[in-house]
């Protein structure tokens, strides 16, 4: 008698246990406006400032387009492809079943969240990702070809890898650690990065003329929305309200503020002067960095990420730059898609529980070793650097049949601001 009224006394918590939980949707909401505060006005005002004041507006308005275009594709059959059961073809790629979120009401759960909101984070995944390549052909890409390249570059890379990791698809079922984007974010969108910049080519006069930042003040501004939105996408992405939500916030942290000064110190060695420039650009390895490691790591850990990060990027920034003479303009494949590489693989060593004040919360599955889980990790970076390189490369030579990619000689030079919208950005 006493075991059946225990077991009466514990189903309300029960139920609540398996039903909506209003703190958990509470911090997702918040979360989902965070990071759809990284991408306007956040990485909008980070790349603007980056570029030259002819082609502010060219930047803003791909940013934002980008971000109304995305929105409507993951509501026809964005969200469906990289969240549904595919039946038989799963383990690639989802399947139809709530294609313009049919089937999501207001009562229908994800975990314990409404459904709707879980779709409308991960929305915001997928607006900032092809938004983050913008800065690789930054000054230089026709408008209308932008955009349908986003279009398709996020049916054809970025959902399909979306579902891989996260949707239950073959890397998840591997066991691949990627708590907030390091392959599905950060990886993709910096290795197509790099293949639009060397399919456009360089910008007019690179690498001889400076091409120096024509409004630090705004980018440091957006840097700075970047750093506080962050806390949405990588605290978020524990979909609850929760200690490995705060946990995830306090290592973004850390990690964002050894980048910074590593990066920095890198510069003033080398350079003989700190930059503003410098340490912005440090504190987006050092997040991006830390992005896929930030729910199975330590404090600690996280202070060898950001350090590893910053050290790492600089150096790869000017490899690519100066060594291979690759105009990725605002540096998107040195930043993002290194540091995610960089964040995917460190996540599968400092998850370990055996490393002292280093250690982490253990390997995706009990029986892993170190080697075990590294070697997924690794898996999952290969696979998704060559398949988005391919992709991307073969998407934008579609794109090219039907219209050319990048703006004339004569464009190029008025500006793109005025040559394709007709607008200054500044009437001075």
């Known amino acids: 008698m006493k075991k059946l009224i225990a077991v009466l006394l514990m189903l309300p918590s029960l139920a609540l246990a398996d039903g909506l939980d209003t703190g958990d949707s509470a911090w997702i909401l918040t979360a989902t406006a965070l ?9 909008s005002l980070f790349y603007g400032g980056l570029v030259r004041s002819k082609n502010i507006l060219s930047v803003l308005m791909q940013c934002f387009a980008i971000t109304c275009a995305v929105s409507l594709v993951w509501l026809v059959c964005g969200y469906s492809l990289a969240f549904s059961d595919g039946g038989s073809m799963n383990a690639w790629i989802g399947g139809l079943d709530h294609v313009f979120f049919s089937g999501i009401n207001r009562d229908t759960l994800e975990g314990t969240l409404p459904k709707s909101l879980h779709g409308l984070f991960q929305m915001t995944f997928a607006i900032i990702t092809p938004a983050l390549i913008v800065g690789a052909f930054a000054e230089r890409m026709r408008f ?16 399909p890898v979306c579902h891989w990791v996260w949707g239950g698809g073959w890397l998840a079922d591997l066991g691949l650690y990627d708590f907030a984007g390091g392959t599905v974010v950060h990886i993709t969108a910096g290795v197509a990065a790099l293949v639009a910049a060397v399919v456009l080519g360089n910008r007019k006069g690179f690498p001889t003329q400076g091409m120096m930042p024509h409004n630090m003040t705004m980018t440091v501004t957006g840097a700075g929305m970047l750093w506080v939105g962050w806390f949405g996408f990588n605290g978020g992405s524990a979909l609850a309200a929760n200690g490995d939500a705060a946990m995830a916030m306090l290592v973004t942290h850390i990690s964002a503020a050894a980048g910074s000064l590593a990066w920095m110190t890198m510069e003033w060695k080398k350079f003989g002067k700190p930059s503003a420039l410098g340490i912005a650009t440090g504190m987006v390895a050092g997040l991006g960095t830390i992005t896929p490691a930030s729910g199975f790591v330590s404090p600690a850990a996280a202070l060898v990420i950001g350090l590893s990060a910053g050290v790492i990027c600089f150096y790869m920034v000017i490899f690519v730059k100066h060594k291979l003479k690759i105009d990725d303009s605002l540096d998107v494949f040195p930043v993002h898609g290194i540091g995610g590489i960089l964040g995917t693989l460190l996540a599968g060593v400092f998850a370990s529980t055996e490393l ?8 995706a599955k009990p029986e892993y070793t170190m080697l075990d889980q590294l070697g997924v990790q690794a898996l999952g970076v290969v696979a998704t650097f060559v398949y ?6 073969g998407l934008l030579k579609l ?3 039907f219209a050319p990619l990048r703006v004339t000689a004569e464009e190029e030079t008025q500006g793109l601001d005025i040559a394709l919208h007709e607008e200054r950005g500044y009437d001075l």
């Open 399 to 401: 794109v090219g049949l």
């Open 388 to 393: 988005t390189a391919l992709v991307t490369w």
């Open 144 to 159: 209308g070809p932008m955009l349908a390249f986003s279009i398709l570059w996020l049916l054809g890379v970025y959902i």
């Open 356 to 363: 002292g004040l280093f250690s982490g919360y253990g390997f």
């Open 35 to 43: 990071v759809l505060f990284m991408t306007l006005p956040g990485l």
